[in-house]
């Protein structure tokens, strides 16, 4: 499997731009998660995703921040307006935990975004 | 309040030295997992292990060893014989079964081994 796969690698735009990240987890995983990270607070939940439905999205910072799941192979995180402060790593993560055994999570590469 | 604590912000030491990153988390639950992850300089998170919380053997991998303590709330780890290879942000987290299944992660542990 080749992993959890996310783009872009590297995202600059500017202030006020739409920014739209992706992520395709790993094949058969229930589970995918959005973070952030950052110097200043460290990797941050988001969002997370149970069989493509939202579960828990009390980590989005605010309403420019919108995630979704519309099938088992693809979520989409988007920021709109964007800001200088959001720029930081967002990483995406997959889990398979249909067995309710508390598997670990595995990551993708991140997409460094820079607001400008 | 944090679930997961790493006390140690930025840890360096001289290659082949033994250290130990400390990890202490904090949970209600009686069914919940823990896990240990490597950020190294090129910025992926790599997983490294994972432990649940019926299981307290301790355990060895190389040169890696994990020491889980339910008593005291600790899963730490430990690096034998460290090498500059090791150098990395380590984070600590948890996955409590009875919430959803989130993971909270500690702040890291920056490691530098000087060679």
């Known amino acids: ?116 | 309040a944090q679930k997961v604590t790493q006390a140690q912000t930025e840890i360096s030491v001289v290659e082949k030295e033994d250290v130990t990153l400390d990890c202490v988390y904090e949970t209600r639950d009686t069914t919940y997992y823990l896990f240990w992850y490597k950020q190294p300089p090129s910025g992926e998170l790599v997983f490294l292990i994972r432990r649940n919380s019926f299981d307290e053997q301790n355990e060895i991998s190389g040169r890696y060893s994990w020491n889980f303590q339910k008593s005291t709330s600790s899963f730490n780890f430990t690096i034998t014989a460290s090498q500059v290879v090791d150098s990395a942000v380590y984070f600590c987290a948890l996955s409590e079964h009875g919430r959803g299944n989130q993971f909270y992660f500690g702040t890291g542990t920056s490691l530098t081994v000087i060679p």
């Open chain 1, 1 to 116: 499997d080749a992993g959890v796969i996310q783009s872009p690698r590297h995202e600059v735009t500017e202030m006020g731009q739409e920014v739209t990240l992706r992520c395709k987890p790993i094949s058969g995983h229930d589970y995918l998660f959005w973070y952030r990270q950052t110097m200043m607070r460290g990797l941050e939940l988001l969002i997370y995703f149970n069989n493509n439905v939202p579960i828990d999205d009390s980590g989005m910072p605010e309403d420019r921040f919108s995630a979704k799941m519309p099938n088992a192979s693809f979520s989409t995180l988007k920021i709109q307006p964007s800001e200088p402060r959001d720029s930081a790593v967002y990483f995406c993560a997959s889990r398979d935990d249909r067995g309710g055994e508390g598997h670990e999570a595995f990551f993708g590469q991140g997409t460094r975004l820079t607001v400008v």
